[in-house]
């Protein structure tokens, strides 16, 4: 990858945004928080689009409600062909985080997170997308 410089005119109140996310995100200058910007425009853009993208859906629920325990995993079985791997983790005596590794297009990966966040009774459920490409 080759790197080209540009100059780059930004109203003050945007550019002390621009200064705020550098620090706040321990950035270390603005071309990388402009570059990590850029990144993310491109990656949700692909979320509209039948291009290849991977993810992870974060699922936490109480274990001891086994309904909802044979839910989600015949829900990971209906979609098998999306999930790379999954990983359980016990937080507490009810409580549990499941990881999901997804890849397929974003299209698929939506519905697949709606239909995680259509099982009634999970605590939580975020669905996290990047692309291939960066």
Same mark, same amino acid.
């Given at each position: 990858?080759?790197?080209r410089?540009?100059?780059?005119?930004? +109203?003050?109140?945007? !550019?002390?945004? !621009?200064?705020?996310m550098v620090?706040r995100?321990?950035l270390?200058?603005?071309s990388? #928080?402009i570059s990590?910007? /850029?990144? *993310?425009?491109?990656?949700? %853009?692909?979320?509209?689009?039948d291009e &290849?993208?991977?993810g #992870?859906? @974060? /699922? /936490?629920?109480?274990h001891s409600? %086994?309904? !909802?325990h044979k #839910? /989600?995993n015949a !829900?990971q079985h209906d979609?098998?062909?999306? @999930?790379?791997?999954? %990983?359980h983790?016990?937080?507490? #005596?009810?409580?549990c985080l499941?990881? &999901?590794?997804v890849k397929?297009t974003?299209?698929k990966l939506i519905k697949?997170f709606? *239909?995680?966040k259509?099982i *009634?009774?999970? *605590?939580?459920v975020?669905?996290?997308?990047?692309?291939? +490409?960066n």
């Amino acid at each position: 990858m080759s790197m080209r410089r540009f100059g780059v005119s930004l +109203d003050e109140e945007v !550019l002390n945004h !621009l200064d705020n996310m550098v620090e706040r995100e321990n950035l270390p200058n603005r071309s990388r #928080a402009i570059s990590y910007l /850029v990144n *993310k425009n491109l990656v949700e %853009q692909k979320w509209n689009s039948d291009e &290849i993208v991977v993810g #992870a859906v @974060i /699922v /936490v629920y109480d274990h001891s409600m %086994q309904e !909802l325990h044979k #839910a /989600v995993n015949a !829900l990971q079985h209906d979609y098998n062909c999306l @999930i790379l791997s999954g %990983q359980h983790i016990h937080l507490d #005596a009810h409580n549990c985080l499941e990881v &999901i590794t997804v890849k397929g297009t974003a299209k698929k990966l939506i519905k697949l997170f709606r *239909k995680y966040k259509g099982i *009634k009774g999970l *605590k939580s459920v975020e669905l996290v997308m990047s692309g291939t +490409d960066n």
